[in-house]
DNA sequence: TTGTATGCGTTATCAG
DNA sequence: CTGATAACGCATACAA
């Protein structure tokens, strides 16, 4: 079975490679018979063009590329179903690239705009600020999604949109002192963090701040090293911070998955949710509404999000548009694990 | 900032192209100082070569892609990691592919051989028995992993390494009888499914019909269309489970999303878990042992199974050695979920 | 050890 | 409307 190419189906077809071409790519004119009698001829033989041949030569792709940093992040599969509904319906094709979390995401996008020849970038998650600068290299426009950089100046050279993390996280820290809770622990990312977990810490000092509590830096847990939010470390964070022997009334993981883990640990240690304990989480993904007790936690409108972040992006390929910064509200949704059914509620 | 290409590196080092080309690809015959003239230039002009152009050119590639099917199955990425682990070892690279609900895996396969010269194929999840013929039509060795082919001829045009799902499934349903539960439910896949939801379902019937327990087909739940394990699909088919009136005792989801829905619908329903019915899920992923309680299932030896799926392509695409076909054993890891302390214990 | 020339499969240009 | 032909950026055989 020999690789067949366009010359062998312009051969079939006893026409020139060019009007091959033309017909695959539904250029106006040619014979719509002669276009008809060519794809026939390409489908019987099962012939798939060359895409390497095809970017290599293609001045003007319609290739936007997805680079998604964590992929067991359950919020972006969702996420990317959207992008690639609403890329497809501007005819527009999408490559989604899997970045690892040791890889450097611009880099990354670098060699694809190389291979693809990309007329726009998605970047979904990730996003320290060492990489802030190099994002100008890239060629393409470029849309940061939940890749939280706060900064963000007149003519900067690419988009954002996601919550304003910050505020949420006040939001959700803010409710948990309404509650009562004055020993309120948080379960965050690496200390050096620069991206969402920055924020959120941020959020949590300013909640603390305003409602006249003392932060105990004790109660401040950070992760070692690596951008791991699993349900394990929030498992091994957890047990750490109730072996510290602080006195901890409510715990804000910077994410569903860590809060999970820490509810099994509260759980394991023979102590109860929400009744010794308070949870809270953020994101909003399926566990946190399907799990016992179910999850407090910020949703993020994750579809809108990722709706908006295309249709900018559109804006600024087709109508050199400029970037822009663009904040949704994401929304606090109290559930089993922060319910106030202890001795708070009886002053 | 125009595209950087290696003649311009070429001129830049006062060297021809080809010596450029034999620097970067670790060439033997080439001057040492030389390349690391040129490696210079090429890292201080963040000169990156344009993988189409050398796809079209290269007769050997070192490209082994990996398609994966339903990218919310969290046991993939865990896969993903060791595979690329393992080949990049041999120093072959990776290319994963995200393959959606609704495409075919091998269509998308034949498409990136033509673009990547790819010289071997692995996939992961997915494949319906439609798909079944056409993988001749992939040149490149493949190796299916955990997308259930029952049927495995001599001389198959591919390998495929999985649990036995059979088996597996009815290791857990026979575990299930031996508690003393008759009215055992199954969450399912589709009624017309031929992948894993078959296999699981013939491991129910069988581990039934050898506990001498009648079938009862209204504890059959199918899921309607579509290939979704997801929670919610969980919680709405345990939903009915329970308001068909039917005598329920014990579930046995086919994945462990599944599970965590049932567990969540029995919950909403003022019902216990296991008291009041006991439910078991399938796969091993984090949460079923965070969850509360923790979940009975089947863990999968992913880590395993994907570091032998890829030793297997290497010695066909190397020793040109046949295709194998491999069952791992999974283990029963029984937790709270299933955990018998009600009558049955006073029997 | 190095440079030059050719071709990989496709699309774009331009002449018919 | 169609066909020949020149690029696209790179690797490689071959010549030096």
């Given at each position: 079975?020999e690789?067949?190419?366009?010359?062998?189906?312009?051969?079939?077809?006893?026409?020139g490679?060019?009007?091959?071409?033309?017909?695959?790519?539904?250029?106006?004119?040619?014979?719509?018979?002669?276009?008809?009698?060519?794809m026939?001829?390409?489908?019987?033989?099962?012939?798939?063009?060359?895409?390497?041949?095809?970017?290599?030569?293609?001045?003007?792709?319609?290739?936007?590329?997805?680079?998604?940093?964590?992929?067991?992040?359950?919020l972006?599969?969702?996420?990317?179903?959207?992008i690639?509904e609403?890329?497809?319906?501007?005819?527009?094709s999408?490559v989604?690239h899997?970045?690892?979390?040791?890889?450097?995401?611009?880099?990354?996008?670098?060699?694809?705009?190389?291979?693809?020849?990309?007329?726009?970038?998605?970047f979904?998650?990730?996003f320290?600020s060492?990489?802030?600068?190099?994002?100008?290299?890239?060629?393409?426009?470029?849309?940061l999604?939940?890749?939280?950089?706060?900064?963000?100046?007149?003519?900067?050279?690419?988009?954002?949109?996601?919550?304003?993390?910050?505020?949420?996280?006040?939001?959700?820290v803010?409710?948990?002192?309404?509650?009562?809770h004055?020993?309120?622990a948080?379960?965050?990312?690496?200390?050096?963090?620069?991206?969402?977990?920055?924020?959120?810490?941020?959020?949590?000092?300013?909640?603390?701040?305003?409602?006249?509590?003392?932060?105990?830096?004790?109660?401040?847990?950070?992760?070692?090293?690596?951008?791991?939010?699993?349900?394990?470390r929030?498992?091994?964070?957890?047990?750490?911070?109730?072996?510290?022997?602080?006195?901890?009334?409510?715990?804000?993981?910077?994410?569903?998955?860590?809060?999970?883990?820490?509810?099994?640990?509260?759980h394991?240690?023979?102590?109860?949710?929400?009744?010794?304990?308070?949870?809270?989480?953020?994101?909003?993904?399926d566990i946190?509404?399907?799990?016992?007790?179910?999850?407090?936690?910020?949703?993020?409108?994750?579809?809108?999000?990722?709706?908006?972040?295309?249709?900018?992006?559109?804006?600024?390929?087709?109508?050199?548009?400029?970037?822009?910064?663009?904040?949704?509200?994401?929304e606090?949704?109290?559930?089993?694990?922060?319910?106030?059914?202890?001795?708070?509620?009886?002053?």
């Open positions: 079975m690789t067949i190419t366009i010359k062998d189906i312009a051969k079939l077809c006893g026409v490679v060019s009007t091959v071409s033309r017909a695959m790519n539904d250029h106006p004119d040619i014979n719509p018979e002669t276009k008809q009698m060519i026939d001829v390409i489908r019987e033989n099962n012939y798939i063009p060359n895409n390497s041949a095809r970017n290599l030569k293609r001045t003007d792709s319609k290739n936007i590329a997805v680079l998604v940093k964590g992929v067991d992040n359950p972006f599969s969702r996420m990317i179903r959207v690639e609403e890329i497809g319906k501007k005819k527009y999408m989604v899997q970045v690892e979390y040791y890889e450097d995401e611009v880099e990354a996008a670098l060699e694809l705009e190389q291979e693809k020849r990309l007329c726009g970038i998605i979904l998650g990730g320290y060492e990489s802030s600068e190099s994002l100008a290299r890239l060629k393409a426009p470029v849309v999604v939940t890749s939280a950089k706060p900064q963000f100046e007149q003519n900067s050279t690419y988009s954002a949109v996601s919550v304003d993390d910050i505020r949420e996280s006040y939001k959700m803010d409710y948990l002192c309404r509650q009562g004055k020993d309120i948080i379960i965050t990312a690496t200390m050096h963090d620069e991206s969402v977990g920055k924020l959120r810490l941020l959020g949590y000092y300013k909640a603390l701040q305003e409602n006249n509590i003392n932060v105990n830096e004790k109660l401040v847990k950070y992760m070692d090293e690596g951008e791991d939010y699993s349900m394990g929030g498992y091994q964070l957890m047990t750490e911070l109730l072996e510290s022997g602080e006195k901890i009334s409510a715990v804000f993981a910077i994410s569903d998955s860590l809060a999970i883990g820490a509810c099994r640990a509260i394991d240690k023979g102590l109860q949710v929400p009744e010794d304990i308070a949870v809270a989480g953020f994101d909003g993904i946190a509404s399907y799990y016992s007790p179910s999850l407090t936690t910020i949703i993020q409108p994750m579809e809108a999000i990722a709706k908006e972040a295309t249709q900018i992006l559109f804006n600024v390929i087709r109508d050199k548009s400029m970037h822009t910064r663009k904040f949704f509200e994401g606090l949704a109290v559930r089993e694990s922060t319910e106030n059914n202890k001795e708070n509620s009886a002053d």
